[in-house]
């Protein structure tokens, strides 16, 4: 019994990351990352990500900052923050969040501030879309490593 829950949540775990494939939501640097993780490291993938959102927590609220400001936009710094969650995003497999920057830092470049703020509104979306389903697969994940590791002892009967 115990081997079938450790087998559906592993199930579910690659259900769900399939699901994210096929959205356009992950890339493969995201298998790559996941094969980093080891015994050694067990929670690595998820530190990492956990790393990643705290980073892009702080330029997704620069980037709203400097797009509130309506006498003047800082597009020059809007770039180098767009570069910056480009770059992290793209280190941790995160392909539509990427799209998404390189799209709003085309806007930026163009000093297109309605553009910049739609592309915001999207990169926010898709941030918690991926913060939401990257969370609950690492709920799995630790549900299934829970699972896996409960060992009954042998009772001897005498």
């Known amino acids: 019994m115990l081997g079938l829950g450790v087998d ?11 699901m994210l494939f096929h959205q356009g939501v992950l890339d493969e640097q995201f298998l790559q990352l996941q094969q980093l993780q080891d ?9 990492v990500v956990n790393i990643y ?12 900052a400097l ?3 309506r006498e003047l936009s800082d597009y020059k710094k809007m770039g180098i923050h767009l570069n910056q969650l ?3 995003s793209s280190s941790i497999g995160a392909k539509r969040l990427r799209n998404v920057c390189v799209a709003f ?3 930026s470049e163009q000093h297109n501030r309605a553009g910049c703020l739609r592309a915001l509104e999207l ?9 939401n389903k990257l969370h609950e697969l690492f709920q799995i994940e630790q549900q ?13 009967i005498n």
């Not at 015994?39 to 530190?47: A, D, G, H, L, M």
């Not at 959102?53 to 709203?64: D, G, H, I, T, V």
Request: charged share 30%; proline share 3%.
């Open 8 to 18: 559906r949540l592993r199930a579910d775990m690659n259900r769900l990351l399939a």
């Open 39 to 47: 015994e050694s490291s067990p929670n690595f993938v998820s530190e």
């Open 53 to 64: 959102f705290q980073e892009s927590e702080k330029l997704l609220r620069n980037l709203r």
């Open 67 to 69: 797009l509130m400001d």
């Open 86 to 88: 480009i770059g992290s």
């Open 105 to 107: 830092r085309a806007a």
């Open 123 to 131: 990169l926010e979306h898709d941030y918690c879309y991926l913060k």
């Open 144 to 156: 299934r490593v829970l699972a896996a590791g409960v060992r009954y002892p042998i009772q001897q």
